[in-house]
């Protein structure tokens, strides 16, 4: 049984990302990711400046006039949605959890695909696969989608990159638009994400909190890792300390780049105290000009 608190949280997200995807982003999304080909719609006499190369002989003999085959993109794609969900994505300081700002993404990109006809299926994951929901249309659908994503609990609490993304090879067959929504806190999953970005269309999408590139200069804060359970003290009102932290961010960061340039992906960079909408549109912007 759903409480009425959950309802009203899904209810607000499907208002503002459902009113984004038909007023802005769903003609860009259908621009950004064209159909898988092209299938025979008709035919119809011909017109001038019509390519000479489509007329259908058969039907202009039998016609005693030309006419010509019209083809129409064949739409239909699937989107799946891999949402990491370990316990360094349950974080925030600003405006929005990791989580919670994750669900309004996926639930604008998941409206988005739907006005244009498209499946949109749902993998959560941690260091195992947590919760597999396939591919379907509608908006009941999508918004089963956001409530998994607000209220799904993981039952474990770390990162397995390289798990997920071979879990999505291994249960699609065939190449879909693959969003990987994490912070990236994990190693080793260069060579996982090379054979996935060759089999679908994979979009890294990185969400980050402003703290986690540097510190405030406010004393002495102590920190657990959310995955480790390993705690740390640091004084943040030191210049160095916080100079090491943020030179470690920096190279997590530029090392995280290199991955994604060497499989050949660009990535869309989120944080939890800037708007989304404008980074998402010159995305589909700059893919669609790259097609």
Request: proline share 3%; hydrophobic share 35%; aromatic share 8%.
């Amino acid at each position: 049984m759903i409480n009425e608190e959950i309802l009203k949280k899904v209810r607000k997200i499907q208002i503002k990302t459902n009113r984004l995807a038909d007023n802005m982003l769903a003609g860009m999304y259908a621009s950004a990711f064209k159909g898988v080909g092209i299938e025979f719609s008709e035919v119809r006499q011909y017109l001038p400046g019509d390519e000479i190369r489509s007329i259908d002989w058969n039907v202009t003999a039998r016609m005693g006039q030309p006419y010509v085959k019209e083809f129409e993109e064949e739409r239909e794609q699937t989107i799946m949605l891999l949402v990491d969900a370990s316990s360094s994505f349950h974080f925030g300081t600003v405006n929005n959890l990791k989580n919670e700002l994750t669900a309004e993404l996926c639930a604008l990109l998941a409206f988005s695909a739907i006005e244009n006809n498209d499946k949109v299926g749902l993998i959560i994951f941690s260091d195992k696969i947590e919760k597999h929901i396939p591919p379907r249309k509608g908006r009941k659908h999508v918004l089963r989608v956001i409530r998994e994503l607000l209220y799904f609990t993981p039952e474990h609490y770390g990162t397995d990159l390289t798990g997920v993304l071979e879990y999505v090879t291994k249960v699609t067959k065939q190449s879909t638009i693959c969003f990987l929504i994490s912070d990236f806190i994990d190693s080793g999953y260069e060579k996982a994400i090379q054979i996935a970005s060759k089999r679908h269309d994979l979009i890294p999408i990185t969400i980050t909190d402003p703290v986690e590139e540097e510190l405030p200069p406010i004393g002495l804060i102590s920190f657990q890792d959310a995955e480790t359970g390993t705690e740390i003290v640091l004084d943040s009102s030191n210049p160095r300390i916080r100079g090491e932290y943020r030179q470690k961010f920096e190279g997590n960061q530029e090392q995280r780049k290199r991955i994604f340039t060497s499989a050949g992906l660009k990535s869309i960079d989120i944080r939890t105290d800037r708007e989304y909408l404008d980074i998402l549109i010159r995305y589909f912007k700059a893919r669609k000009n790259r097609m």
